[in-house]
């Protein structure tokens, strides 16, 4: 942008008393992007240029376009608060927007404008953008071994148990409900890695549990009555579940 330019939009703000966060706070931006004017490194917004001629009262021209070069005042340059620090609790460093903190303890922190990168032993990798988590090395992690677990050959391991119950054991009828624990440990593997206890309570596999329970009680003990109310606590157990909260696991950072 030209140097003019971002002369007069530095006079303007003078002018009305704003500082670069108040500005930035009135029209919506961060105070990066107006200091980014300010120093011609970047040009606003067609809208942002519409904000701030309704602000200060002026037109576009008026704001736009000068002839009197316009002379700034050096303290405004590096807002107050600017500071280093180095000591035993680390090396923190502030300059407006961007902010650097490292520690042995809590590693290395990094905030510029909206994006926090925050890194350490305890911890791993965690990027944050306008407040919410885009990285997070731990979830990636925990990510990994979920879809390993959730990878493994349950079906081919139960159908080589049932050969081997039949084979070996004539368990033919009712070894086939070996069968119906593989979406069951699929559910279980989802409950373990679920946040939050509403979260693993409405993944439990609750109507795969009923019928194994209710065809073991059938089979083997003869009991399809009163066996079958196990399909009136799955019922129930949904119901229940509805009242408990749902929760959100806090992040680290």
């Not at 009991?223 to 949904?238: D, F, K, N, Q, R």
Request: glycine share 10%.
């Amino acid at each position: 942008m030209n140097i003019d330019i971002a002369n007069r939009l530095y006079e303007y703000r003078r002018k009305h008393s704003l500082s670069q966060e108040q500005l930035a706070e009135q029209i919506g931006v961060s105070r990066q992007a107006v200091s980014k004017w300010e120093r011609a490194e970047s040009s606003p917004d067609t809208d942002n240029l519409i904000e701030l001629a309704k602000l200060y009262g002026c037109t576009l021209d008026e704001l736009l376009y000068t002839d009197e070069p316009t002379r700034r005042d050096p303290a405004d340059e590096k807002p107050a608060g600017d500071y280093v620090n180095i000591g035993l609790g680390g090396i923190h460093i502030k300059d407006g927007d961007e902010e650097v903190h490292i520690s042995l303890k809590h590693g290395i922190h990094v905030t510029d404008g909206d994006e926090e990168v925050h890194v350490s032993l305890r911890d791993g990798v965690k990027v944050k953008v306008n407040g919410e988590m885009e990285y997070d090395s731990d979830e990636w992690a925990e990510n990994v071994r979920k879809r390993w677990f959730l990878h493994l050959p349950v079906g081919l391991l139960a159908g080589i148990a049932y050969v081997f119950m039949g084979v070996l054991g004539g368990w033919w009828h009712p070894g086939w409900l070996i069968f119906l624990c593989v979406p069951i440990v699929y559910g279980l593997i989802e409950v373990f890695f679920a946040k939050g206890a509403r979260n693993k309570l409405e993944t439990v596999p609750i109507w795969w549990l009923a019928s194994l329970l209710f065809f073991y009680l059938g089979f083997w003990w003869g009991m399809w009555h009163p066996g079958w109310l196990v399909w009136l606590a799955a019922g129930g157990y949904e119901a229940l579940i509805k009242i408990v909260p749902r929760t959100k696991p806090e992040e680290k950072f």
